[in-house]
């Protein structure tokens, strides 16, 4: 069974860090692109960052560059998302996904397998 399973998320005072993971079962990353989307109340899923299947090219959304990196262990068969400098925007359900390609997008549309998703809220 395909599946992607989630962990990291939680609660977060604005200007904290956490690490989300996003680790498949039932079939080897090393042939998938990874990305990671998210979901505020009230608002499309949108677009985080994703990390190819080849050569470990990312692309970051601009809300997040230079706060947020993505990272893949294929040893592992985990991608990691590490959040820094959280703000109260970026509250949102967290979801990872897979697409069989090589490169990457942030585009919902291209991902065949999803996360169960995971509640980050940063308030104080």
């Known amino acids: 069974q395909v599946q992607l399973v989630q962990s990291g998320g939680g609660l977060v005072q604005p200007g904290g860090s956490l690490r989300l993971s996003c680790a498949a079962s039932?079939?080897?990353?090393?042939?998938?692109?990874i990305g990671w989307f998210r979901q505020a109340p009230g608002k499309e899923r949108e677009g985080v960052s994703c990390?190819?299947?080849?050569?470990?090219?990312?692309v970051v959304a601009n809300s997040v560059l230079g706060r947020f990196t993505i990272s893949r262990d294929n040893a592992k068969n985990t991608v990691y998302l590490q959040m820094n400098s959280l703000k109260p925007e970026d509250t949102a359900v967290y979801y990872c996904?897979?697409?069989?390609?090589?490169?990457?997008?942030?585009?919902?549309?291209?991902?065949?397998?999803w996360g169960q998703g995971t509640q980050v809220t940063v308030s104080s």
């Open positions: 996904a897979a697409d069989r390609a090589t490169g990457c997008v942030i585009t919902i549309e291209e991902y065949d397998y």
């Open positions: 039932g079939f080897t990353l090393d042939y998938y692109a």
């Open positions: 990390i190819s299947s080849r050569d470990s090219n990312t």
